[in-house]
């Protein structure tokens, strides 16, 4: 089984809608992450937390919103979802004390709005 | 906010060749990363680099960072098909409690058999 799970996988909704991207670990890391992918635009960061009572807004957080609800669990919101909002999400994990800056990411939500 | 150049952006050799892709930066960074993304799947770490001038290898892969701190490559040596994939570097600045990794935009390779 993964590490980072994320679901659902693939969804597929329309203009206006409320989405949850949910993301779950196992490797007992602190901080999760929130990223965006692109075509042509590489990762991009959403949000980001440290820990349980910790968010932080990253370089494109307009639009979306996130919840810690546990060490293990971030979930990622989009209250109404527009077209440009399309891409593939990525959450990823990071424990401080190991090699720095190794993010470890699950397998991606592709989402696409119509 | 910081920004990173990576090139090239795609790459199409044939099996058996090397490759070499590179990032730079407007600022400086005090460590190195280099993810590869396989179709399908999210990033994973090939190589980190934490002090300039480093030059690191992992088997068929090698990465420097350079004496500026704004630049590092990764080489693959003999490519094989199953090199196939997006790479991606990444630099971060550390400082007191934040952290934050700044991504290249990637470099996509296609190794024909």
């Known amino acids: 089984d993964a590490d980072v799970t994320q679901t659902p996988r693939n969804r597929i909704t329309k203009t206006g809608k409320r989405i949850m991207l949910e993301c779950s670990q196992t490797k007992g890391h602190d901080r999760m992450y929130w990223y965006r992918q692109d075509p042509g635009l590489g990762l991009r960061l959403i949000y980001y937390s440290f820990d349980v009572k910790d968010i932080n807004k990253g370089e494109i957080s307009d639009g979306y919103s996130v919840s810690r609800q546990a060490q293990a669990k971030f979930s990622l919101s989009l209250e109404s979802a527009i077209p440009n909002q399309t891409a593939l999400y990525f959450c990823a994990t990071s424990d401080g004390g190991q090699v720095a800056g190794e993010l470890f990411f699950g397998e991606g939500s592709r989402l696409t709005v119509l | ?113």
Not at chain 2, 23 to 48: H, M, R
């Open chain 2, 1 to 113: 906010g910081q920004q990173l150049n990576q090139s090239p952006q795609s790459m199409f050799i044939q099996e058996g060749e090397d490759v070499s892709m590179n990032c730079t930066s407007s600022s400086i960074f005090n460590t190195w990363l280099w993810y590869k993304q396989d179709p399908g799947e999210g990033p994973v770490l090939l190589i980190a680099l934490y002090k300039a001038g480093e030059l690191t290898s992992n088997g068929r892969l090698t990465a420097q960072f350079g004496i500026t701190r704004k630049d590092s490559f990764l080489n693959i040596s003999a490519s094989i098909p199953s090199d196939v994939g997006i790479y991606f570097c990444a630099g971060r600045n550390s400082g007191g409690s934040n952290y934050k990794l700044t991504f290249g935009k990637g470099t996509l390779l296609t190794v024909n058999p």
